[in-house]
């Protein structure tokens, strides 16, 4: 290809330093040129040195896809007209002239319900359980509908035609139909489910992670934060892949710097994701609009969900010591439900990697208490609780010099001080 695509003079602008002249994988090709007459020129300039090595071109599957092109002339090759598209399917995903994901997501969903459909002797299978029809579920179909997710311009209506199809199709493997019924949590939460939005924003950060560990130079990498030549016309701005991501970061409170160093460790990073997903979910369940506020206040290298779960536990603790709390199976069970702020995502606690996760998560939950201890607000009672003060834990250390903690306050938990984090506030 170096030799064939007229030695960069038909290049697009990619970085300050670099340009781009196509995409390659394996034998599918792409051709970028900004004009006409240079793809006119690149094209032949590609199938005369491929037919040098014995390679042709199928011209049946080539497609010309112009965007905004003055020119509406066609490109040729040895002769004979290539097909100019609207939309065509490169490497499973659909581009079309829109530069959106509509096209896309319509594509990906007629694909799912293919899919679907052809199991349908697995959903009315009598002899399966839901567990396993949702977990084929899960790898044959949902796999099909999400595949390429990672990039896609999501907008309210994308979304919205995502989430129906599943929805519909997990009804069909509860044999649920009209007029029984059933609301979108209930059965998000009998098949175990996240929201598409959630699910979306999951895999699109999991993406995120492993680019921000390639080299700066790796043509993904760079893609991440590339800004496409031209001007947009004026009227309201489209919701774009950028957009998107830094809605997302404005929630985390974090920038690309912090997010390409928290990415180099992929335990953080596993966390980070997590807490995004759950991040709304987590403080609307627990805490007041103070607490909140503070909360997102904090500055630390990890994730501020996992506060709430020091904060429910020591309400919970304090209720047992002044006897509001008498029976002990019900302690055990308020302490589990606070917990799994830990592990807000409900991964199987057998797994050993997840249980480290999940303990490195209860740490770090004391430590970053610490960073908001003297700004905390008071806790709300409700009107059956008894007078008495609560004060949020803390080191023997922060106690003495009324300050945070780099330490936090896990010295009641048994811990070895020298396997604890250093964090910075």
């Not at 009998?190 to 924003?201: D, G, H, S, V, Y």
């Not at 080191?395 to 780099?406: A, F, I, P, Y």
């Amino acid at each position: 290809m170096k030799t064939s695509t007229s030695e960069g003079r038909h290049r697009i602008q990619w970085t300050a330093q670099n340009q781009l002249d196509d995409l390659d994988f394996a034998d599918d090709l792409a051709l970028l040129s900004r004009t006409h007459e240079q793809m006119q020129m690149k094209t032949a300039s590609v199938a005369a040195v491929f037919a040098s090595v014995g390679l042709s071109i199928h011209k049946g599957k080539s497609k010309v896809l112009k965007f905004k092109a003055e020119n509406s002339s066609s490109i040729t090759l040895d002769g004979k007209t290539l097909e100019d598209v609207e939309s065509f399917t490169y490497l499973g995903s659909t581009v079309d002239e829109q530069g959106g994901s509509d096209a896309n997501v319509k594509a990906r969903i007629g694909k799912a319900r293919t899919a679907f459909l052809q199991l349908k002797n697995i959903w009315n299978s009598k002899q399966l359980s839901t567990n396993i029809k949702v977990r084929i579920f899960n790898t044959n179909v949902k796999a099909v509908l999400l595949y390429g997710a990672e990039t896609w311009r999501t907008t309210t209506t994308t979304i919205k035609k995502v989430q129906v199809f599943i929805n519909s199709c997990l009804r069909k493997i509860l044999n649920i139909h009209w007029p029984d019924t059933i609301s979108n949590s209930l059965l998000w939460e009998r098949t175990n489910q996240l929201p598409a939005e959630e699910e979306i924003r999951k895999r699109r950060w999991k993406w995120i992670g492993h680019t921000l560990r390639k080299s700066s130079n790796c043509i993904t990498r760079q893609a991440l934060t590339w800004n496409p030549e031209g001007k947009r016309k004026r009227r309201r701005p489209k919701n774009t892949l950028p957009r998107i991501l830094e809605a997302d970061m404005k929630r985390m409170n974090r920038n690309w710097k912090e997010l390409k160093g928290i990415a180099q460790d992929r335990v953080g990073w596993r966390m980070l994701v997590s807490g995004l997903c759950s991040f709304t979910r987590s403080y609307r369940r627990v805490l007041t609009e103070d607490e909140a506020r503070i909360i997102r206040s904090v500055q630390s290298v990890h994730m501020q969900p996992f506060v709430p779960v020091v904060w429910a536990t020591s309400l919970i603790t304090l209720a047992r010591k002044e006897g509001l709390i008498k029976n002990p199976h019900a302690y055990v069970l308020l302490v589990d439900v606070a917990e799994t702020l830990v592990n807000p995502m409900g991964e199987d606690d057998e797994d050993i990697d997840i249980n480290e996760i999940i303990d490195f998560n209860w740490r770090i939950s004391w430590c970053v208490v610490d960073g908001v201890r003297t700004s905390a607000p008071a806790i709300v009672r409700d009107a059956h609780w008894r007078q008495s003060v609560v004060e949020l834990p803390h080191t023997e250390r922060s106690k003495r010099l009324n300050v945070g903690s780099r330490k936090g306050s896990i010295y009641d938990l048994n811990l070895e001080i020298s396997k604890l984090p250093d964090l910075k506030y």
